[in-house]
């Protein structure tokens, strides 16, 4: 019997050494795709998606560079990355996505810099493999913008749209009065600080004062850029009465879909200032000179001790509000960085369902209170179910991409820490602190089945 399974044996093992050696030859690499489609504009906000992917899985996530790119402004709106997941030549890949925003000031050809992408992986499961690769050199081809200055940007975006608002009405005013312009500029696509500064012009014999803007970003609820926001406030000053006309402030942008250059305006405003009420200018009979009362001390002497008195108590009040304040931040303080408060974090994360911020508030609390390599603390703390639980979430986070758009069912692993939680308290209530410099394992779960209790 032995002998007839013997070639079976055989077969497998050479198999699992054929998978092995492939794991091992399988490398990194890194792609760039350009997301925006159709003709690149200069001005025009592009996006670009950069994968990194690996064998096996991530043991560190890839470290994106913010890069510099001659004639370009670059930017990474979202810190986010997105997970991937891919199958090549057989072997399986995990990766991660960022996606930049390049916005061409010029028109002409861009090449992306090899600048390098550093990571940690298991190229052997089990086993933390440090790695790198070069970002690609991806070429942008940026067109200038018809009519525009020695192919120079101007304003290129999906849409732009402008609103104004007065705080009074321009047509009731009265000499002397000042009236306020807030002109608000949004452009779908394109950062705020790339939307030009509008001009604030007035008719002779009215003073403009031009405040700072206000630069903002509009985001959907799911936190997508959408486009940029500019507010700018002015202030006119009408001295004497008169009719007065306020310009109307265009800003012209391109329209890539289109290919047309458009015009977005705020209109013009007629003003009407009266003439100011006019003052009495009678004047009254001059009155006698009162008679000069006698110098009262004892008032005086009285009103000076009682003005003493009242500065004493308002410094004392003073720096009594102000002590109590410190000790009420510093409590506040003290409990937003307490143990309790950071597992309380974890216990939501639990609630939640949401797998990246359970691993995020249980990797603070592990550090909080020097409970490093977190798996050391489960081996002793924690049940069976617990374990098997923790490591099921690990595998799930790190090795399926899907899974991290889907809400995972963590309510006994809950369940189960709080009960760890409970029983390290009783046994190290007396105890030294660990300490909590010492870095965790990544990935502690990945590649090994819960041990019994």
């Given at each position: 019997m032995n002998l007839r399974i013997l070639p079976i044996l055989l077969g497998l093992f050479t198999l699992?050494?054929?998978?092995?050696?492939?794991?091992?030859?399988?490398?990194?690499?890194?792609?760039?795709?350009?997301?925006?489609?159709?003709?690149?504009?200069a001005g025009q906000q592009v996006e670009v998606d950069v994968d990194v992917f690996v064998p096996n899985y991530f043991l560190a996530a890839p470290q994106f560079p913010l890069f510099d790119l001659p004639g370009a402004v670059v930017a990474m709106p979202d810190d986010r990355g997105m997970n991937l997941s891919e199958t090549v030549d057989g072997a399986a890949f995990s990766g991660i996505r960022k996606?930049?925003?390049?916005?061409?000031?010029?028109?002409?050809?861009?090449?992306?810099?090899?600048?390098?992408?550093?990571?940690?992986?298991?190229?052997?499961?089990?086993?933390?493999?440090?790695?790198?690769?070069?970002?690609?050199?991806?070429?942008?081809?940026v067109t200038a913008v018809p009519g525009g200055a020695d192919g120079q940007a101007g304003v290129t975006a999906a849409k732009v749209t402008i609103t104004q608002a007065f705080d009074r009405d321009p047509a009731s005013l009265r000499a002397g009065d000042a009236l306020v312009r807030t002109v608000t500029v949004h452009a779908e696509g394109l950062a705020a600080m790339m939307i030009p500064e509008p001009t604030f012009e007035a008719?002779?014999?009215?003073?403009?004062?031009?405040?700072?803007?206000?630069l903002s970003e509009d985001r959907s609820d799911r936190g997508e850029f959408r486009g940029g926001v500019r507010k700018d406030t002015a202030t006119y000053v009408f001295a004497k009465a008169g009719n007065y006309a306020i310009p109307a402030i265009t800003v012209q942008w391109f329209d890539p879909t289109v290919g047309k250059t458009k015009t977005a305006e705020a209109p013009g405003a007629k003003v009407s200032v009266a003439a100011a009420p006019a003052n009495a200018t009678a004047l009254a009979p001059p009155s006698p000179p009162p008679?000069?009362?006698?110098?009262?001390?004892?008032?005086?002497?009285?009103?000076?001790?009682?003005?003493?008195?009242?500065?004493?108590?308002?410094?004392?009040?003073?720096?009594?509000?102000?002590?109590?304040q410190a000790w009420l931040d510093e409590a506040r303080m003290r409990r937003a960085q307490s143990e309790p408060t950071a597992f309380h974090r974890v216990?939501?994360?639990?609630?939640?369902?949401?797998?990246?911020?359970?691993?995020?508030?249980?990797?603070?609390?592990?550090?909080?209170?020097?409970?490093?390599?977190?798996?050391?603390?489960?081996?002793?703390?924690?049940?069976?179910?617990?374990?098997a639980a923790f490591a099921e979430h690990q595998r799930l986070l790190y090795r399926s991409a899907q899974n991290t758009a889907q809400k995972a069912n963590l309510l006994p692993l809950r369940t189960g820490l709080r009960r760890a939680r409970r029983l390290w308290l009783e046994q190290t209530s007396d105890d030294e602190p660990a300490p909590a410099n010492e870095l965790p394992d990544l990935n502690p779960a990945l590649g090994a089945e819960p041990r019994e209790a």
């Amino acid at each position: 019997m032995n002998l007839r399974i013997l070639p079976i044996l055989l077969g497998l093992f050479t198999l699992w050494l054929s998978l092995a050696n492939f794991a091992l030859a399988a490398e990194p690499f890194a792609r760039a795709t350009l997301a925006t489609k159709g003709t690149i504009y200069a001005g025009q906000q592009v996006e670009v998606d950069v994968d990194v992917f690996v064998p096996n899985y991530f043991l560190a996530a890839p470290q994106f560079p913010l890069f510099d790119l001659p004639g370009a402004v670059v930017a990474m709106p979202d810190d986010r990355g997105m997970n991937l997941s891919e199958t090549v030549d057989g072997a399986a890949f995990s990766g991660i996505r960022k996606t930049y925003v390049i916005t061409p000031q010029a028109a002409g050809d861009y090449v992306l810099p090899p600048v390098d992408i550093p990571f940690g992986y298991a190229a052997v499961p089990g086993e933390t493999t440090q790695g790198r690769v070069k970002l690609p050199a991806l070429r942008l081809t940026v067109t200038a913008v018809p009519g525009g200055a020695d192919g120079q940007a101007g304003v290129t975006a999906a849409k732009v749209t402008i609103t104004q608002a007065f705080d009074r009405d321009p047509a009731s005013l009265r000499a002397g009065d000042a009236l306020v312009r807030t002109v608000t500029v949004h452009a779908e696509g394109l950062a705020a600080m790339m939307i030009p500064e509008p001009t604030f012009e007035a008719a002779a014999g009215v003073q403009v004062y031009v405040h700072d803007p206000v630069l903002s970003e509009d985001r959907s609820d799911r936190g997508e850029f959408r486009g940029g926001v500019r507010k700018d406030t002015a202030t006119y000053v009408f001295a004497k009465a008169g009719n007065y006309a306020i310009p109307a402030i265009t800003v012209q942008w391109f329209d890539p879909t289109v290919g047309k250059t458009k015009t977005a305006e705020a209109p013009g405003a007629k003003v009407s200032v009266a003439a100011a009420p006019a003052n009495a200018t009678a004047l009254a009979p001059p009155s006698p000179p009162p008679e000069k009362a006698p110098f009262d001390w004892q008032w005086w002497g009285a009103a000076l001790l009682a003005v003493t008195a009242l500065a004493l108590l308002i410094h004392v009040a003073a720096d009594l509000t102000g002590r109590i304040q410190a000790w009420l931040d510093e409590a506040r303080m003290r409990r937003a960085q307490s143990e309790p408060t950071a597992f309380h974090r974890v216990d939501e994360g639990c609630r939640s369902g949401d797998a990246q911020r359970f691993e995020a508030a249980i990797d603070a609390w592990s550090r909080k209170t020097g409970n490093i390599p977190l798996a050391r603390w489960l081996d002793r703390f924690a049940d069976v179910e617990t374990r098997a639980a923790f490591a099921e979430h690990q595998r799930l986070l790190y090795r399926s991409a899907q899974n991290t758009a889907q809400k995972a069912n963590l309510l006994p692993l809950r369940t189960g820490l709080r009960r760890a939680r409970r029983l390290w308290l009783e046994q190290t209530s007396d105890d030294e602190p660990a300490p909590a410099n010492e870095l965790p394992d990544l990935n502690p779960a990945l590649g090994a089945e819960p041990r019994e209790a």
